[in-house]
């Protein structure tokens, strides 16, 4: 199975900054990595998909890179509705592993 | 517009069996592959199975492997999970999930639409 690793574990930001999150599979997923926004209470949204296509409706703020075993989201001058947990998934290989989270909360 | 709906969830005995259903509108059912995710309460996501669009396909975590059994009913736009010899570490919210693939040349399996959830909890 692909082991799915995020850092930060959290992070504390004001509006207005811009903060990245790294996701690295424990082997190469080319680029089949997708990232998910989850509020509290609610269900998952797909973001990005394929590392860097933004998913339709979704901010162009949000912006995915890399390739391989390393991976970023980076989120433009952070907005008030961003504060949320960010989760990566692969999607090379069966089990569709995700990372284990990145909680980004309001500093 | 895409429409998920679990249902089935609840407070169940240990060893004992539950079967989740999600209900689907807004699109063509028999298109897509579908999959379950759950998650613990206060912890991350955690794929659980996925069946291709003709439902000749499956595949499972090792988790539920041989205790879960994930089937749909493309007549009546329905996915389902029976799950079998439930564990108190199977307690969580369920999802069910489209299988959107997307992109251009190659097309990424991706989690493109999401129900609400349904929560089991395994207790005694």
């Known amino acids: 199975d692909i082991q799915m690793t995020q850092s930060p574990s959290s992070l504390s930001a004001p509006v207005g900054d811009r903060v990245t999150i790294t996701c690295r599979p424990s082997q190469s997923v080319a680029t089949y990595l997708n990232w998910y926004q989850q509020k509290p209470g609610k269900a998952p949204k797909l973001l990005i998909y394929?590392?860097?296509s933004l998913y339709r409706g979704v901010p162009s703020r949000f912006i995915g890179s890399g390739s391989g075993t390393d991976f970023t989201l980076t989120i433009n001058s952070l907005q008030p509705e961003d504060f949320a947990t960010y989760y990566c998934q692969q999607s090379f290989s069966t089990p569709f592993t995700f990372g284990p989270g990145t909680k980004v909360d309001l500093k | 517009q895409v429409h998920l709906v679990e249902s089935g969830g609840g407070v169940v005995q240990p060893g004992r069996s539950l079967r989740l259903s999600c209900a689907a509108s807004?699109?063509?059912?028999?298109?897509?592959?579908m999959n379950w995710v759950r998650q613990a309460p206060g912890k991350g996501l955690e794929w659980v199975a996925v069946i291709w669009a003709d439902g000749d396909n499956y595949y499972y975590a090792d988790s539920v492997k041989g205790r879960f059994t994930i089937s749909r009913d493309n007549s009546n736009n329905t996915l389902y999970l029976q799950m079998n010899s439930l564990r108190a570490e199977d307690t969580a919210t369920y999802y069910c999930?489209?299988?959107?693939?997307?992109?251009?040349?190659?097309?990424?399996?991706?989690?493109?639409?999401w129900g609400q959830g349904t929560l089991v909890t395994v207790s005694s």
């Open positions: 999930a489209r299988e959107g693939k997307l992109g251009i040349p190659v097309a990424v399996d991706t989690f493109d639409s």
């Open positions: 394929a590392a860097s």
């Open positions: 807004g699109f063509i059912f028999s298109s897509y592959g």
